[in-house]
């Protein structure tokens, strides 16, 4: 069974960088694309970034200029970088698998999600 | 920055069918992209429980079906019941841009 995890701190002060790893178990992070998504209190997810072990990588155009995703395949991690954070960066932060049926893709599964506040 | 629109909300009795609209553009529903949809219970992550616009992972009862149609698509729950209370989140794939994944509002069901 596939699980995810995420970790990192909970707190970040305005303009500093979020930073949050995902653990991958009972898959390898060759396979797949490797997913971060948030989600804002009260709002619907906001897709944010995916990497491929390659290091084929793929942004939301709104968040391009300030994430930074990366993986560590000896580690079967990967991680998020966003920069320059404000407290509209608060959210529920989850790493979740694009599982792939042939030409369809969906988001399965997801990690328990961490919260992070931006908050000085 | 959600492209894709739903009711903030939608409510009825045990055993009534609902339905759930998303309403996107030519640049994602319309073109030619499928609708998965979510279900999130209260504190949890969301659940994958309709892909390819009409298919359910197994496991998910034949009470949820999807359909899809042009720029929209729909969410229905037939035989409602208390469990199935939760927020519902249609997804897609937005074409302009270089491309990108995008979700619903959301659609926050209530079992009166």
């Known amino acids: 069974q596939v699980q995810l995890q995420e970790s990192g701190p909970g707190l970040v002060k305005p303009s500093e960088t979020l930073s949050l790893t995902c653990t991958v178990s009972?898959?390898?992070?060759?396979?797949?694309?490797w997913n971060w998504i948030r989600q804002s209190p009260g709002k619907g997810p906001e897709w944010i970034a995916f990497?491929?072990?390659?290091?084929?990588?793929k942004y939301n155009p709104s968040l391009k200029s300030r994430v930074t995703i990366s993986v560590d395949t000896s580690k079967n991690q990967f991680a998020l970088k966003l920069s320059s954070v404000t407290p509209a960066d608060t959210a529920m932060y989850y790493c979740?698998?694009?599982?792939?049926?042939?030409?369809?893709?969906?988001?399965?599964?997801w990690g328990q999600g961490t919260l992070v506040t931006v908050s000085s | 920055q959600s492209v894709l629109t739903q009711p903030p909300s939608v409510s009825g009795a045990p055993g009534q069918r609902l339905t759930i609209s998303c309403t996107g553009s030519?640049?994602?529903?319309?073109?030619?992209?499928?609708v998965k949809w979510y279900q999130q219970l209260p504190g949890k992550a969301p659940k994958l429980i309709i892909y390819?616009?009409?298919y359910r992972p197994s496991g998910v009862p034949d009470r949820f079906s999807g359909s899809k149609s042009g720029t929209s698509a729909s969410l229905a729950i037939s035989g409602l019941q208390a469990e199935d209370e939760a927020d519902y989140y249609c997804?897609?794939?937005?074409?302009?841009?270089?491309?990108?994944?995008?979700f619903g509002t959301g659609t926050k069901v209530t079992v009166l």
């Open positions: 390819d616009n009409t």
């Open positions: 997804q897609s794939y937005e074409t302009s841009l270089g491309g990108f994944y995008v």
């Open positions: 030519s640049s994602n529903i319309g073109a030619l992209n499928d």
């Open positions: 979740a698998r694009l599982y792939s049926y042939g030409s369809v893709l969906w988001f399965d599964p």
């Open positions: 009972g898959d390898s992070i060759t396979n797949y694309h």
């Open positions: 990497i491929y072990h390659s290091g084929n990588t």
